[in-house]
């Protein structure tokens, strides 16, 4: 699965990630090693999640190209992250958002590869958008957020029912790249609204 679309999904999705790791790590007061490894867990936990549920080598996930990627990101950041810290949860929350809609897609599309199954694709999607963003947070001490938060996983499922419907359509580069936004939208709004939602809702009551 090597399209443009693919490669595209890969990158934005490997960074996203790579860098909500660093993000937290920096939040969790880890020095360098920590935000390395934070990062290089949450970019390929949940691959690893995946590939492990439906039966393909993990060994397929590592390749030098992506390694050199995720190494990059997290080496500008942790330069760059006297100037980031202040601004850790707005820009970690975006980066996450990213991570989830890219790596749900990716996941999706994975295991279509090995079939139509609709139990195996919103799965696959499942566990890749959330099983590395899940792994990070146990490592830096704090509840995952996937865990405290349904929309996380509401949409990864989403984007698994939409892939098995759409198939192979979701690697062109523009509905590929819009799914990608209406999930980081979605998400983001559910971030910053949902106390106000929820009061509202309790008022009502």
Not at 93 to 112: H, P, T
């Amino acid at each position: 699965m090597e399209s443009l679309g693919w490669l595209v999904l890969h990158g934005i999705g490997t960074c996203a990630y790579a860098a909500s790791g660093a993000f937290v790590a920096l939040q969790a007061k880890y020095r360098m090693i920590g935000v390395f490894i934070l990062g290089l867990t949450t970019s390929f936990g949940g691959g690893v999640i995946r590939n492990t549920v439906i039966g393909v080598p993990v060994t397929k996930l590592w390749d030098r190209e992506t390694l050199l990627l995720v190494v990059g990101t997290l080496a500008i950041l942790y330069i760059l992250s006297t100037k980031w810290i202040h601004h850790w949860k707005k820009w970690g929350l975006f980066f996450d958002s990213i991570g989830l809609a890219s790596f749900s897609l990716q996941g999706a599309l994975y295991a279509r590869q090995f079939g139509d199954n609709l139990g195996m694709t919103v799965m696959a999607a499942l566990f890749t958008g959330i099983g590395g963003g899940v792994i990070r947070d146990l490592l830096a001490g704090r509840k995952p957020i996937a865990l405290r938060e349904e929309i996380h996983a509401i949409l990864a499922v989403l984007v698994g029912v939409a892939v098995a419907i759409g198939g192979r359509g979701f690697l062109e580069p523009i509905p590929l790249l819009s799914t990608i936004s209406i999930v980081v939208a979605v998400r983001m709004f559910a971030v910053r609204y949902k106390d106000k939602v929820w009061d509202k809702l309790m008022l009502r009551r």
